[in-house]
Every structure is written in structure tokens, then in C-alpha cells.
């Protein structure tokens, strides 16, 4: 069993939490992550590791509440056991080299990016990060971001935090003004994801974006996380989770990721109503 021994919500929908994982926290790698199941009868859940703490053996996770599964996870406190916690899993994201980088995160996607761009600062790197949410109430990390980056540029979609606009618009403007990143990182949603590379692509600037499509075992063998690259098919869990951007087919992964939206919704309504009962 895992217990959690912190735990923060960052906002209405998105939860911090601190699991003691030895084996994870000495082996974790930014980029890579675990995949963990609340209870022996609960599904199989990936999340990027979000920080580690050897010292302590913790593995840090930041995850947002859509389904009935995270719901179940947010309903756990300090204390508390889970009951796996398997890592670290996929590969790590690939930084040696980079001086100048250009990290975009969007939404909940700002916690997989946050470790990017702090392992990227620890290598004395120029870290550019752009980070965009719908409004003030939903922002998170804007402390962490602060601490590790060159340059920090906020984005709201009505104004509320820092500018108003998308992502890509503060990225063109950076890159029009003669901005020169040896590659450009985007986590997020995947419409973001995929404008952030059409404007790269414009300019001939190197993408790499981290996906994160459904997911089951974690190591290749149900297939269930594929997705095309240059017209192949790959695994996000063993060929990535990190892909060049410009030779990913967002179309299709974004098609594949409703598949099963109303079935989610269905199963987050029933376990939320199951879990006031049980309560009252």
C-alpha cells in the first residue's frame, strides 16, 4: 500500500498529492510517469510524476478531476493508502543539449510541463514558459513557474490573468521578435497542442508535445494508446509520452480521446450520486 502523506488542491478541479513510492522516486526521470489505482477494484490510472523527493522516498503527482476514478482519488486524505502505484513508466523526456526553450503549458497540462521546464532550469538553460487557462480561478503553479523561468508570460482566456488571448498568440509574438528557441515543448489539450505546432512549423522551429491518450497497462501490450506519427503507428506508453509535434496526427487523436466521453459522463454522475449516499 502507498499512503499519502500530502495533499493541496490547486484549484476547484485539480488536486496535488505526495505518495511514498521509494522505487519511483529514485529511478523517476521528468517526463516520465506511474499509473496507480485507488482501490484492488479500481481502474488504471497514468499520471506524469510531477516532482520527487528521494530523501523522503515521494513521488509527487498533480491530477484534475474528470471521471468518476479521479473523483474517487480526490476523495481520499492524508493518511490514506492507494492501493498501487507502479513506475516509473515511458521514457524520459529528452533535454540534453537544449539551451534555449520555449515551454507551453495549457490548463491541468501546466503540471506535466512544470518539471520540464524546472529540470530544464537546473541545466542552466533560457526557459521561456507560456502558460494559458480559462480564467484566474483555474490557474495553478504560477509560484513554481515564477521560480523557474527566464521569461514567465501568462495567458487567460477572458483577461483575468496576465493577457488576454490563447497560447499561440504569445508564442508567434516571441518568435516574431526574433525569439530563437532550439525546440518548443506543449502540454496541454490537444486542439492546443496542435495550433502551438502549426504556428512552430511555420517558422521551422522543433516541437515536441507530450500526449496522453487512454491508457491501460502502461507497457505496450493492449494497444490502447496508440496514436500515428509520421504516418506509424506508436505507444505512448513505451515509444513516448514526448512525440515531434509536426508528425503527429492530432485529428485522429483527438477523435479517439471522445470515443468514450458520454460512457465517462454516464459513470461520473452514478459515482458521485453512489458516494453522497454512502456519506449521508
Known amino acids: 500500500m502507498f499512503k499519502i502523506v500530502k495533499r493541496e488542491e490547486l484549484n476547484p478541479t485539480v488536486t496535488r498529492i505526495e505518495v511514498v513510492a521509494p522505487h519511483v522516486a529514485n529511478k523517476a ?40 476514478s479521479t473523483y474517487l482519488l480526490n476523495q481520499l486524505k492524508v493518511g490514506d493508502c492507494l492501493a498501487d502505484f507502479v513506475g516509473p513508466l515511458g521514457k524520459p523526456s529528452e533535454l540534453e543539449g537544449l539551451k534555449k526553450v520555449a515551454v507551453i503549458g495549457g490548463g491541468a497540462g501546466c ?51 496576465g493577457e488576454k488571448g490563447l497560447v499561440t498568440y ?36 522543433k516541437t515536441v ?28 506508453c513505451v515509444d513516448g509520452p514526448d512525440f515531434d509535434g509536426h508528425e503527429v496526427d492530432f485529428d485522429s487523436a483527438m477523435e479517439r480521446n471522445t470515443m468514450y466521453r458520454e460512457f465517462e459522463h454516464k459513470k461520473y454522475e452514478e459515482t458521485c450520486n453512489l458516494f453522497k449516499k454512502e456519506v449521508e
Not at 34 to 58: C, H, M, W, Y
Not at 175 to 204: H, S
Request: charged residues 25%; hydrophobic residues 45%; glycine residues 10%.
Open 170 to 205: 504569445a508564442l508567434k509574438r516571441e518568435i516574431i521578435a526574433g525569439e530563437k528557441y532550439d525546440e518548443v515543448i506543449a502540454i496541454g489539450p490537444l486542439i492546443m497542442m496542435k495550433f502551438v505546432c502549426e504556428v512552430t512549423k511555420e517558422f521551422n522551429v
Open 209 to 236: 508535445v507530450s500526449m496522453n491518450p487512454v491508457m491501460i497497462d502502461g507497457t505496450g501490450m493492449c494497444g490502447c494508446c496508440r496514436i500515428s506519427v509520421g504516418g506509424k503507428m506508436r505507444f505512448a
Open 29 to 68: 526521470k521528468p517526463g516520465q510517469f506511474i499509473i496507480l489505482r485507488v482501490d484492488q477494484d479500481g481502474e488504471r490510472l497514468p499520471f506524469t510524476v510531477a516532482g520527487v523527493n528521494k530523501s523522503e522516498g515521494t513521488v509527487e503527482i498533480i491530477f484534475q478531476v474528470v471521471g468518476s
Open 111 to 161: 503540471a506535466i510541463a512544470l518539471p520540464i521546464a524546472q529540470a530544464l532550469h537546473n541545466m542552466k538553460a533560457d526557459v521561456t514558459s507560456i502558460c494559458g487557462f480559462r480564467s484566474n480561478d483555474l490557474v495553478i503553479l504560477e509560484k513554481e513557474f515564477t521560480e523557474c523561468s527566464n521569461k514567465f508570460i501568462k495567458m487567460s482566456d477572458d483577461g483575468s490573468w
